[in-house]
């Protein structure tokens, strides 16, 4: 059975590498630096189940100063010029795009066709983890198949990914944090004293007024922590399940797909989200740092008024 232990060994495997990769970058003033951020989210892939919760907690605290500090430092590995990639682009075409859509097309495939496969009896893939793990498995098929058809040095992808987890830095982590933060808040009742609030504003009895809260929250939560996996556990325990679930009968599943959907819509404004917003405008060189959340917000808010009406709509009556 392939568990979610084994994606978490291959990626520990691969940030091992970038470690290692930066380690040997003499051009690279500090090139220490990336090697200990790297080397310690390795660690946390390939040891964190062992280490418990106080390790774990002592490991993130290292990451964060290490991030935190300025210790970071973007290399300069060798790679192809941009005249070189111009013309391999105009010789392959389109077919650079097939090693990227293998991985939505294994995921899905594995996600819904192999969930419950069974090999002698036993389960292809942990209970409940199919997806993840077609993911990762796609991930790797991807690789191989970009090998294959583009015979580029067999280092590449390692080099290449130390070059984008360089080029990202910290901000590659932020989604998983945020995440572990939203648990936390959930955890330690920050939901019920949202919950709380919300019961003096919410009139009773009102439908509509629970759904804007809960969806129009969505949103702003997620603005505040810059992930709506790391919202919707707090959202949904103040006003999602208490309100629009137990008290109006509303279907959770719907309640809780237009809920993620209406995080979604924070996502697209807010900073926080800094792999989604800040990152590219960094990659791209754009004198904006914000650019990418400004041509977002036009989209996000009308997004946002349809994904309430939908939740209004729909959740208590199916």
């Known amino acids: 059975m392939i568990t979610l232990d084994m994606v978490y060994w291959l990626a520990g495997a691969f940030f091992a590498a970038i470690a290692i990769i930066n380690a040997r970058d003499g051009e690279n003033p500090k090139r220490w630096g990336n090697t200990a951020f790297w080397g310690l989210v390795a660690v946390s892939f390939l040891f964190g189940s062992r280490l418990g919760d106080f390790g774990n907690g002592l490991l993130v605290l290292a990451i964060a100063l290490v991030g935190g500090l300025g210790f970071l430092g973007q290399g300069k590995p060798k790679t192809t010029d ?53 993911l990762a498995i796609g991930a790797v098929l991807a690789t191989l198949l970009a090998l294959s058809l583009f015979r580029p040095p067999l280092h590449a992808p390692l080099t290449e990914g130390r070059r984008l987890m360089d080029t990202v830095g910290w901000a590659a982590l932020l989604p998983q944090m945020l995440a572990s933060l939203g648990a936390v808040f959930a955890a330690t009742g920050v939901g019920a004293v949202i919950g709380d609030l919300a019961s003096t504003v919410i009139p009773e009895g009102s439908r509509i007024a629970a759904v804007i809260a809960y969806c129009g929250g969505m949103a702003l939560f997620t603005v505040l922590m810059g992930n709506a996996f790391a919202a919707f556990p707090v959202m949904t325990a103040a006003i999602g399940l208490p309100l629009i679930v137990n008290h109006f009968g509303g279907n959770p599943a719907i309640m809780a797909a237009i809920g993620m959907l209406s995080g979604f819509c924070g996502t697209l404004m807010t900073p926080m989200a800094a792999n989604f917003n800040l990152v590219p405008a960094a990659l791209l060189q754009l004198p904006d ?29 199916f």
């Open 289 to 317: 740092r914000d650019a990418v959340i400004k041509a977002q917000i036009p989209t996000a808010l009308p997004l946002l008024v349809v994904n309430t009406a939908l939740m209004y709509f729909l959740v208590f009556r």
């Open 82 to 134: 941009a005249a070189t990639r111009v013309a391999s682009a105009a010789r392959r075409g389109d077919l650079l795009f097939l090693p990227a859509l293998v991985i939505p097309a294994v995921a899905l495939f594995g996600g819904i066709v192999l969930k419950d496969a069974t090999i002698a009896g036993h389960p292809i893939f942990q209970p409940k983890q199919a997806t993840l793990i077609s």
